[in-house]
Nanobody, 125 residues
Framework: QLQLVESGGGLVQPGGSLRLSCTAS????????IGWFRQAPGKEREGVSC????????NYADSVKGRFTISRDNANNTVYLQMNSLKPEDTAIYYC??????????????????WGQGTQVTVSS
């Protein structure tokens, strides 16, 4: 069974940091392009970051550029989203998702084949 599981969410004060993990079972994440998405209450889901299948090129939404970093840990079949300088507007459920697009580039918010169940991130004082 192909499955993605997110972890690492929680409650953090503004300016704080969290690292989200996306771990796969049943398939190898290195063979997939990976995207991180988020959905805040009453808002549409948006693509936050992605990393390509070939070459590991990354892409970020303007709202998180310079604060978030996506990376792969192939040995642990995991993709991370390091989130620094968190703001209240970053509060959302964060999802990771995968697709098999064979490209050096990734497109934020592109269609994905597999999704995790999400992890809640709350930024509040």
């Amino acid at each position: 069974q192909l499955q993605l599981v997110e972890s690492g969410g929680g409650l953090v004060q503004p300016g704080g940091s969290l690292r989200l993990s996306c771990t796969a079972s049943g398939f190898t994440l290195n063979n997939y392009a990976i995207g991180w998405f988020r959905q805040a209450p009453g808002k549409e889901r948006e693509g936050v970051s992605c990393i390509s299948r070939v070459g590991g090129t990354t892409n970020y939404a303007d709202s998180v550029k310079g604060r978030f970093t996506i990376s792969r840990d192939n040995a642990n079949n995991t993709v991370y989203l390091q989130m620094n300088s968190l703001k209240p507007e970053d509060t959302a459920i964060y999802y990771c998702a995968a697709d098999r697009t064979l490209s050096r580039f990734c497109v934020l918010g592109s269609r994905k084949d597999y999704w995790g169940q999400g992890t809640q991130v709350t930024v509040s004082s």
